[in-house]
């Protein structure tokens, strides 16, 4: 009877041990980059990428609806200063993330030979998307490989 008791803890804790132990699922993230030649032989981008956390996730809080906008990290929810500077950390981190993106999608594609201009952007915990403009206007070559259509 004595040892039946210590083999039932043991079990028991290696049963939560198991689940607490269970992998994280990583967001999904979608990636879209839309190149557009206008009439006029403008070369405009867009880049957006998208993080959808997958059901189950439990890290975390849910998001205020805040879309984008940044919230001062003094006297909010008494001591929770700690998390908004986590917070955005993880946001400039994001930031960071679709330039590079950017970066790598201009050089494979070869879109922006001469540089770019920024037109728009906007960043959140969940989406970020960068809108812009080439300095060079489209060639005949760039109006036949770049067929304003849709590109991942």
């Known amino acids: 009877m004595k040892f039946i008791q210590p083999f039932y803890i043991l079990i ?3 049963l939560l041990l198991s689940c607490a132990g269970a992998p994280r699922k990583k967001p999904d993230t979608t990636e879209v980059f839309v190149t557009n030649i206008t009439d006029a032989g403008v070369k405009q981008f867009s880049l957006s990428i998208s993080i959808q956390k997958p059901k189950g996730h439990y890290g975390g809080r849910k998001s205020s609806g805040g879309k984008g906008r940044r919230g001062g990290g003094k006297g909010m929810r008494g001591g929770d200063r700690g998390s908004t500077s986590n917070r955005e950390e993880m946001q400039q981190k994001a930031q960071e993330r679709i330039w590079d993106r950017l970066k ?8 922006c030979q001469q540089g770019y201009i920024e037109t728009d952007s906007y960043f959140s915990m969940t989406e970020s998307i960068i809108k812009g403009e080439c300095k060079e206007k489209a060639s005949e070559k760039d109006k036949v490989k770049f067929v304003n259509s849709q590109g991942n």
Do not use: H, M
């Open 12 to 14: 028991i804790s290696l």
């Open 104 to 111: 790598f999608n201009l050089t494979k594609s070869g879109y």
